[in-house]
């Protein structure tokens, strides 16, 4: 019996639904019935009676449920162990730069590496959080204003100045009527901008969320409301200045990693960790 089927049966106890079940895995209604059915027949014995409006287990059904979530519990430990082990063997060391620091990461660390093998992928903040909490990377490079997170060390590599960007042609002080040009809560970035508001003393009464620093920058230049933004990339002619007035604030540019561990992936990360930590820069000096 395959696995997954065990998923769909838990998720009808779980939902006591067929509907809900099915909806949560993509599935028609009748598709999961004939899993639940055909599982039923091998099994010889009804899993669920009818309750009211909703599904409840039999009494083999429960006895079911409980080796099934077992199961499950066996097949997700057999595979995170052979991640251990596959990753432990692994000779590239897998990272993900937040693009703001691509350029720098290129410039000042990547060629002091010394053979080390770094396979580098560019993304936002979130992008590179996520690429982290999956373990799809070894380790990753962003802005942030918050903790590293649960079981993840942070090293300084920089700082990054956030600054209140306003149009160069209209350099109007935001008010209570201003709109924020400002990323998603969900978004890394969004705990930079919020802040470096909270700080100035500022409480936006209307936002606009948009995806990236170069959208903010085009609706800034326009005259369309303010933003928050690097000040490095502020006043290079591209229409915005920052908002002399107000304040700034620097963030730390870190790189996040999973500390520990023997394996040879571990030292050569904590090789490249090392490095980075002694050659990233901003900006050339």
Known sequence: MNTKVYEYIVAIAEERSITRAAERYYLSQPSLS???????????????RRRGGELALTDAGKIFINGAQAMLRIEQQAAERVEQIRRSQRRELRLVCQRSY??????????RLDGLQVSVSPGTAAEARAAMASGEADAVI??????PGEGLAGRELGR????????????????AETCFFLH???????????????????????????????TAAEMTARGCGCSVMPERLIGHGGGIAAADSLPTADFPIRALYRPGGESDLARRLELFIDTAERSFRLTEE
């Open 34 to 48: 004939r899993h639940l059915a055909n599982i039923e027949e091998e099994m010889g014995a009804k899993l669920f």
């Open 102 to 111: 691509m350029e720098a990461l290129s410039r000042s660390v990547l060629p």
């Open 142 to 147: 962003l802005a942030s204003a918050g903790e």
């Open 160 to 175: 990054e100045r956030m600054a209140v960007a306003v149009c160069a042609a209209q350099p109007e002080i935001p008010g």
């Open 184 to 214: 998603e809560r969900a978004m890394p970035e969004r705990e930079l901008e919020d802040a470096l508001l909270a700080s100035a003393g500022i409480e936006p009464g209307l936002v606009c969320t948009v995806a990236d620093n170069a």
